[in-house]
């Protein structure tokens, strides 16, 4: 029986393959994102040319948001500047370059200013977050994190050229130089100088490339 | 060509901005969410008020699991209480307390016993899971690790609020005391005193905070 | 208001269960499932009994991949095989074997060769990459990653009954032995020998395990 039906679905798709079921699915997918890109770009200050945003993008905040020429935004990815949190007023701007491309599931929010260079290329499950429910003193720990107060550490800036591995998390406060690659898995939470490589928790130089 | 039709595509949806469109949808998403989760309230022994399961919740053996008031999981989240396996029977048991928020893709699951606290505020990707594929011994290694039976080394406690940060890992048999932090990307593998700030691999602490 | 409409839509849900909707939901699960798979294997080079590809699954480069038989792979999850990037020519292959189950958003990516035994196991966001955004030079850093040169440092071999928790990354070059446990979050960068746990970043032998 479920021979049968496996045989007959094969027959289907191999047809469907001939009439370019693939092709049109393509065609069709190309327009929802232009039309997808257009409309987050309604709600964003600034937008260069050919900014793509692939399906299930999330974004708030657009108004505090500025992204240069080429940048692609891979799917499911969160793009979120906040400027209020239970009353409490933030003042948060995101500024992206040109040549930018991200990868899917990225996550970036900022409370404070986070600034990327040209020529960013991001993994998957990237986390970029100038920002954390609460700071660290003892009455903070006593109530619920969500009920804490917003608290950004300081802002992040991000240099030209820089590589962020799948699954790895730029903290608040930190300085990514130009041409650094940042291994896979690592939490970024302290300054990192130009044309190095850093991995790990917290994330440390690993080599370190001169001319 | 495609400035065209970028044109009248930006055209045709800041008509539909006009008709509300955004608005529209979040009736939708909101009327949508409601009923999601009377569904799976329905299959959960006992839910609490005002209990959010975001779009694409996954749910498990809801009648191990109890949840308190005022708690959501974000979108593409996952809770399992597994009560057999390849014919091994287990008796897991969830308890989530009150005013506690899951963040999206979150991965909770038991075949022993998960306790959390009131007040938990997880980010994304944070697995929680008293269980695993096996012991570590020679003949288990032999076999794949699909075959082996489920194995729990203890079960996991959480107290209040407490923060666990995007991508973390919480592993069986251990006791997170009130108010800790566990920071972006760790894998806590041994308890953690309250009040304390952990993370890297295995987590180790970072920061006691006293009063 | 709310609470009449709440009670309204328990009302109609449990009705629903009375049709058994959730059966019949499973039932179109099922059927779809079986059309995806049939679907997918027809782009791929070589692939046995019951293998199994869950929904939202990404292919790329089929012709170049080999699955054996009783292979599932989790929602969302990716396998790609990349013979060209920015006119650059590349020959990968990719070759499960069988009795594998890959998790949830898993990506696997090859642009030189990945073997993966029988009987592996994966959780839910691994990364199994043989391949780099260009080679760590002076001259590499200074150009956006996106548009280095793909470079592998080597092929992954994996053994057999594998098992390799939520959130690892298995990165080019290396060979994982038979029966060995990655821990969750690990990134491993060298070889691993059989029967070993392993954790951390990068990953290190945390238990040998012997007859």
Redesign the interface.
Known sequence: MKVI??KA??LI??VA?LLCLKKIINQFDKLAT??RS??YS?DIAKTGNNVIFKSSFYLYGGDRISIGNNVSFGKNSVLTAWTSYNGQKMNPHITIGS?C?FGE?N?ITSTNNITIG????T???V?I?DNS?GE???SS???????REMYSKGEIVIG????I???A?I?AGVTIG????V?????VTKDIPP?T?V????AKVI?R???
Do not use: F, Q
């Not at 991995?199 to 917290?202: M, T």
């Open positions: 039906l496996r679905i094969k798709l191999s393959r232009l039309i257009e409309w309604l040549d491309r599931y996550h040209d020529g960013l290329l993994g998957r499950w986390t977050s429910h660290s003193d003892y720990l006593k109530t619920p994190p969500a009920e030209k050229n820089v590589w591995g799948d699954k998390t903290l130009d041409g650094v690659i291994g896979a898995n690592s939490v044309y490589i991995g790990g928790i917290p080599k490339i001169t001319v």
